[in-house]
């Protein structure tokens, strides 16, 4: 099982790009359709997204940030496939981003 994590709106380019590298190696997969970040709401963001720990090098201590848009939708598109992967029943799958370049070899 392969999935690839896009945009439904994201600009065709990437799908298109997507699916002829994994046609071109024999390879079957699905688009799995992205969070996108333009649609969540500020209310949604605030119910469901806890500010993220990260190490600061210069400081060298740990700081909390919050996470970008961007990034919560990210993260949340991960977490939906994730939550659909472990009800499919399927037992391994590789999961890939739209800006993936998957080479032959």
């Known amino acids: 099982n392969v999935q690839v994590i896009s945009l439904p ?3 065709c380019e990437r799908r298109d790009f997507v699916s002829r590298r994994f046609r071109s190696i024999g390879l079957p997969f699905s ?3 992205a969070t996108d970040a333009e649609e969540l709401s500020d209310d949604w963001i605030s119910k469901n997204v806890a500010s993220a ?5 210069g400081a060298r201590r740990r700081v909390v940030k919050a996470l970008s848009r961007p ?3 990210c ?3 991960h977490r939906r496939l994730a939550r659909a992967l472990l009800h499919s029943g399927e ?6 981003e739209d800006d993936t370049s998957p080479l032959s070899y």
């Open 75 to 77: 993260a949340d598109s």
């Open 53 to 57: 720990g990260c190490w600061d090098w």
């Open 91 to 96: 037992e391994s799958v590789f999961v890939f």
């Open 71 to 73: 990034e919560v939708a």
């Open 9 to 11: 709106r994201h600009n």
């Open 31 to 33: 688009f799995f359709d």
